[in-house]
Every structure is written in C-alpha cells, then in structure tokens.
C-alpha cells in the first residue's frame, strides 16, 4: 500500500520533489519506496530525467490498475471502519426469562441514559440457548445463574444473590426482613417447574436440611411473575433470589432473606473465548458493577 501511494504521487506530480511535498515524506524516502516497487514488479515504471519524470509503458499500465485498486481498498476500509463503529456501538445480550424479565429491564433503563449512542438488543430464552447464541456470535455476552463452562465461552462470575421467602401480605413491602427455612416447613409453595435451575437448587437444600412443604398443596408455574401474584392471592409462599425484590415491592407481599443458613446463587456473565471485549461491553459490565447490588435490597 505505501509503495503504491507513493507511485501514484510520483506519477499525479511528475515530479519526486513535489510528489514528497504532497505524500509530506522526505524525497529519498519516496525513491526508495518507488525503487522497491520497481524491483518487486521487475519493470521500470518512470524514465526519469534531471528535467521531468514521465510514466513509462509499463508505469501507464500499472497507474490505471493501481488507481483502481486503491480506490477499492480505500473504499473497503471506509465500510470496515463503518461496521466496527456500528459494532462497539451495539450490544447485544442474552439472558434467561427470568433474569429479562425482572432484572435487565431496570440496569438497562439506566444504561440507556448513560450510553444513548449505544443501541441495546435483548434476547431471552432457556439457560441452553443463551449459551448457544453467545457460542455463535449471535450476542455479544450471556447473563443467568448456573452457567458451565464450556470450550467456546469465558464464564465470570458476577454477583451473588441470596434466596428469599416471599409470603401474602396486606401491603407492599417497604424492605427486605428475616426468615428462618423452618418457617417454610408444612406450608404450601408455589415454585417454578421441577427442572429449573434455580427451582432445582431451592429443593436440594431444603432436602438436605430437612424442610419439607405441603407438597399436596403446592403449586408449579413456569414464571416468576406467576409466582409472586400467586403469592399475593392466597395461594402460599414462594422462595426466589432477590434480584426479584423490585418486582415484589409491586404487590402486596412479605419479603424476607431466608437465613439459617443464608443461600446464595452466582449471578454469571459468558462470552465467547477469544471474541474482542467492546466498548459497549465494556461499559455495560461498568454498569453492572455500579446498580446491581442495590437492585436487591
């Protein structure tokens, strides 16, 4: 590329010296790139004389293919550097329901007004296909609970969040009290479906501490939502990490951190191994850092 550019100069001016003004490089250094090129095409591509230097047979051919390569490579650069702006500037995350629906929405309104040049696309689905869209390059990074680590994916944890006990209340909570497990034991639950991560880590330990809930009188909904209105009519208790505290303090419920022992699950964020990290990424994981942990008390 410099090789050519400073043919052309040479060949648009006619002239080393005025060719060097322009390309504002020294003249010996502009004859040594035209020499090189010369050398590596194997042609003389100016005569020149201590009054002129003119194109030669061959420097007309080559400045015609020359002119249009360069164009071309000029051009292709110009829509390179276009599609790595639009990238750093577009971020795109994929994140379980759970986590879209009850804890992105919030961290991304305040993302939104302290970025507004970057455009957010959020895509939700099952814990698999997180996984999956990040591997692919489909989105930019991956948020949820109980993540492994894969070939293709760096997994970072993020945060932590405690379990809690959600029960009817006949006003919305004002802030986070105590419960102990014991309290839960004998008392119908509503809980997610069997096979969800989180569900999953809630039955294992009151299994291995011995709490036991009126299964006959307990429920399954698939959403969180479900969950807590479920909660707020009547139906029983439900035990959720309190990244879903926001949402509860919208209904009439108890929300209580379940201690004796306290729970906890890790909050992860994955990308893809070797991907380069934005400045959108960059910035997210910024704001991450700032609002979540006051997202859960």
Not at 192 to 220: E, W, Y
Not at 223 to 230: D, E, K, P, R
Request: charged fraction near 20%.
């Amino acid at each position: 590329m410099r090789q050519i550019r400073a043919f052309l100069y040479v060949a648009r001016a006619g002239s080393f010296t005025r060719a060097a003004e322009r390309a504002h490089m020294t003249q010996a250094g502009l004859s040594i790139l035209v020499r090189e090129l010369e050398r590596q095409l194997g042609a003389r591509l100016f005569d020149r004389t201590t009054r002129a230097v003119q194109l030669t047979d061959a420097g007309r051919r080559f400045a015609l293919v020359a002119e249009s390569v360069l164009q071309q490579l000029d051009d292709a650069t110009a829509e390179v550097d276009a599609l790595g702006r639009s990238a750093r500037q577009q971020l795109r995350i994929a994140a379980t329901p759970l986590v879209s629906s009850h804890l992105l929405p919030q961290l991304l309104s305040k993302f939104r007004t302290d970025h507004p040049d970057v455009r957010i696309q959020l895509l939700d689905s099952d814990l698999p296909g997180v996984q999956d869209m990040v591997e692919s390059g489909e989105a930019d990074l991956g948020l949820g609970f109980f993540f492994k680590v894969g070939t293709g994916l760096v997994r970072r944890h993020v945060a932590d969040f405690v379990l809690m006990k959600v029960s009817p209340a006949p006003a919305q909570p004002k802030g986070l009290g105590r419960a102990g497990w014991a309290s839960l034991s004998g008392r119908p639950l509503i809980t997610l479906p069997s096979d969800n991560p989180i569900q999953r880590a809630i039955d294992t330990h009151m299994h291995k501490i011995g709490v036991a809930a009126d299964h006959d009188a307990s429920l399954a909904v698939s959403f969180l939502a479900t969950q807590i209105s479920m909660v707020e009519a009547g139906f029983g208790h439900a035990v959720m990490p309190t990244f879903a505290v926001a949402a509860c303090k919208r209904h009439h419920v108890r929300i209580d951190t379940l201690v004796n022992p306290q729970v906890k699950l890790g909050f992860y964020r994955v990308s893809r191994r070797g991907a380069a990290e934005t400045e959108a990424m960059k910035a997210f994981d910024a704001a991450i850092a700032q609002h979540l942990p006051s997202m859960s008390v």
